[in-house]
C-alpha cells in the first residue's frame, strides 16, 4: 500500500494545485518513484488512498496503464481517515498475504525484498523500518528489537506497552512497515479516523512488533520544499534505482 492521501500541507504552494504524491522530484512524481520501486522489487498488486486532488491521481495512473501492475484506488475523498483507518479502509486488497506499506514522500534505497523477507523469516505482526536520527516522536525498542513503547520529546509524553522491557533505545521511524494481515484484527477502532501508531502500541503488549534497522540506506522525507531540491540531486545522481 502507498499512502498518498496527505494534504501536504509542509509543501506548499507546490501542493495548490496538485496532490503531495505528484509533486516531481528530479521530474518524476513521488508516486511513480514509489511504484516503480515497488515493481523493481517484485511487487504486482499496490492499492494507493487518495484524498487531497484525488482525481489528478486516478487520472495519472490511468494514463501511465498502472505501470503494468494491478494498481487499486482506495477513496478518501470524502473524509481523511489518517494511518490506521486508511489500512482499516484499504483491507479488502491485503488479506492474503503479509504486505508493505510506504509513504509515497519518502524517499530511499533500502532493499524492499530484504525488508520484507526479514519480516515473513520473524513471524511478527510487523516489521518497522526505522533509522538513528534526531527527531520529536521516536519508537522504544527493547534488547531484543522488540516495539515496547513510544516517546514524544517535546511533550515529554512517554507511551510504554511493555514497562518490563530492558534496554530501551529509541529509534525514528522511516514510513515504511512491512505486516502481516492479522494486523486488521487489532484496527478495531469504533472511529474512523485513527493512527495506526495507537494500534501498534496496544498490540506490541501481545504481539511481536519488530525493528529493522537501516541507518547505512539513503533516506530522505520530501515532505517540506526545502527537501525537494536535495531529493532531486539525489535521484539524478543516479544509483538510486
Not at 484499504?90 to 524492499?112: E, G, M, R
Not at 533505545?169 to 501508531?197: K, N, R, Y
Not at 496496544?202 to 511481536?208: D, G, H, M
Amino acid at each position: 500500500m502507498i499512502f498518498a492521501a496527505g494534504l501536504g500541507t509542509r509543501l506548499r504552494p507546490l501542493t495548490n494545485d496538485r496532490p503531495k504524491a505528484l509533486v516531481e522530484v528530479g521530474g518524476i512524481p513521488l508516486l511513480e518513484i514509489a511504484i516503480r520501486r515497488l515493481k523493481k522489487y517484485g511487487c504486482t498488486g499496490i492499492i494507493v488512498n487518495i484524498h487531497h486532488f484525488g482525481e489528478q491521481i486516478i487520472d495519472f495512473l490511468a494514463q501511465k496503464e498502472n505501470f503494468g501492475l494491478e494498481i487499486a484506488i482506495s477513496d478518501e475523498r470524502d473524509l481523511l481517515l489518517d494511518t490506521g483507518g486508511g489500512l482499516k479502509k484499504a483491507a479488502w486488497f491485503l488479506q492474503d498475504a503479509p504486505f508493505l506499506v510506504i509513504n509515497a514522500d519518502i524517499l530511499s534505497n533500502i532493499d524492499l525484498q530484504a525488508f520484507y523477507q526479514k519480516h515473513l523469516a520473524s513471524e511478527a505482526l510487523s516489521t518497522l523500518a526505522c533509522r538513528q536520527r534526531e527527531s520529536s516522536r521516536y519508537f522504544l525498542f527493547d534488547e531484543k528489537g522488540q516495539l515496547s513503547g513510544w516517546r514524544n520529546e517535546k511533550s515529554g509524553e512517554t507511551r510504554m506497552a511493555r514497562p518490563e522491557a530492558q534496554g530501551l533505545e529509541p529509534w525514528c521511524f522511516s514510513g515504511m512497515h512491512a505486516l502481516d494481515p492479522a494486523i486488521f484484527t487489532h484496527l478495531q477502532s469504533d472511529q474512523p479516523v485513527f493512527s495506526i501508531i495507537d494500534t501498534y502500541l496496544k498490540a506490541a503488549e501481545r504481539e511481536k512488533i519488530l525493528l529493522y534497522p537501516h541507518n547505512a540506506d539513503i533516506w530522505l522525507d520530501v515532505g517540506k520544499v526545502a527537501a525537494v531540491e536535495l531529493a532531486g540531486e539525489v535521484i539524478a545522481g543516479g544509483g538510486f534505482w
